[in-house]
């Protein structure tokens, strides 16, 4: 029998680590483990960083065969223990869905993203605990709006994307193997979108003054943003579809010293629009007079790499450049109105919201989605 989901990182035993590992390379076992650390909601250190699950490291030993590449330092995510409070509410479709991902899809990955090791999400308590390498071996710049602006570090991020929505380019197998996949119309995950979420942005709409002020500068409403993002997803479905990170902020990737970007954090990865991706990170990774000045460059760069990792049939940089004018929506609403100070720190939380509202104002995206109707 299974043993239960760990609670505290006492619980992170040899005999549970071996039973995850085990899942994804039989025959391995760790035999030791030492906890390094460990960080709750709200240790983080918020400038860089977002919390939705507690965060420990270890250090392993292995035995068995097969384990000689696996990496010894762990980064274990797993959920809250109970008596520590959060402004966070229930997540269960989130943390069931990145434990999917790393059991089921990032093993047959060629990007950079960091390695899983195994995981299991508990549907009657909605606990998690998730196995994945330290990245801090690796020396990574967690990339950060709080950053200057630095072009090499957004193509080096899209190289990675062009890479993943290539390899799942209009794939037969969301059909097949990959039935499972989410989209982004129905389904858990969107069901949390609707339930949860969108109160979150209600309450923070009531307790943060400048996100008030900034939907009125829109000239808009809380409720035409969330029926808007709606349009926009059932008008995404339409479109070719792909596999999605699904959350591509600017703080979800990283920069490696070989010149390599990464992408972090999987909860809502799904089956999407390419542009779901790419609007979002673009709007948030310069600051607004760099995004005016190089996104249709940007938007071009990726599309060559889309190409040239096999995508025969890419659509035009013009219909392309639509779809980024439409998709800002998303980043403004569910990205970073959603977003509360205790997660990501005061400064980058108003520039998201900053870099997000004006970029909806550029491209006149209010008045495409209404087009869409």
């Not at 590449?69 to 479709?93: H, Q, T, Y």
């Not at 080096?156 to 209009?170: I, N, S, V």
């Not at 104002?361 to 008045?367: N, P, V």
Request: proline share 5%; with cysteine; aromatic share 10%.
């Amino acid at each position: 029998m299974p043993q239960d989901i760990p609670v505290t990182p006492a619980d992170l035993t040899p005999s549970l680590l071996t039973e995850l590992v085990e899942t994804l390379r039989p025959g391995v076992r760790v035999e030791d483990v030492d906890v390094i650390s460990a960080k709750n909601y709200g240790d983080a250190d918020n400038t860089i960083s977002v919390s939705t699950s507690s965060q420990v490291k270890i250090r392993v030993r292995y035995g068995g065969s097969g384990a000689d590449s696996l990496p010894r330092d762990l980064l274990v995510k797993m959920s809250f223990p109970e008596i520590r409070g959060a402004s966070n509410p229930d997540l269960d479709a989130e943390f069931d869905n990145e434990v999917n991902f790393y059991n089921r899809i990032r093993p047959e990955l060629d990007i950079e993203t960091p390695l899983g090791l195994g995981g299991r999400f508990d549907p009657d308590s909605g606990r998690f605990v998730l196995l994945l390498e330290d990245l801090s071996v690796r020396s990574p710049h967690i990339n950060s709006m709080a950053d200057a602006d630095n072009l090499t570090i957004v193509e080096a991020c899209l190289d990675t994307y062009a890479k993943l929505h290539a390899g799942f380019w209009q794939s037969p197998r969301f059909q097949g193997d990959l039935a499972w996949v989410q989209n982004q119309v129905d389904g858990p995950l969107e069901d949390m979108f609707v339930r949860f979420i969108r109160d979150h942005i209600v309450k923070e709409l009531n307790r943060e003054a400048f996100k008030r002020e900034f939907v009125e500068e829109l000239g808009t409403t809380e409720e035409a943003l969330y029926t808007g993002c709606r349009v926009l997803k059932l008008h995404q479905a339409t479109l070719p579809q792909t596999f999605l990170h699904g959350d591509a902020h600017l703080a979800n990737t990283y920069y490696l010293p070989d010149g390599g970007g990464g992408l972090l954090d999987w909860q809502v990865s799904a089956r999407g629009y390419l542009m779901h991706d790419i609007g979002y990170f673009l709007q948030s990774a310069f600051s607004v007079e760099k995004r005016r000045k190089h996104e249709r460059d940007m938007l071009a760069y990726y599309r060559e790499q889309l190409c040239r990792n096999g995508v025969k049939d890419a659509p035009s940089l013009e219909a392309l450049w639509l779809e980024y004018r439409r998709s800002m929506i998303y980043g403004f609403y569910y990205g970073w109105l959603t977003a509360p100070r205790e997660n990501y720190g005061w400064e980058v939380m108003v520039l998201g919201n900053h870099r997000t509202k004006a970029a909806c104002q550029d491209h006149d995206t209010l008045q495409l989605i209404d087009a869409l109707r």
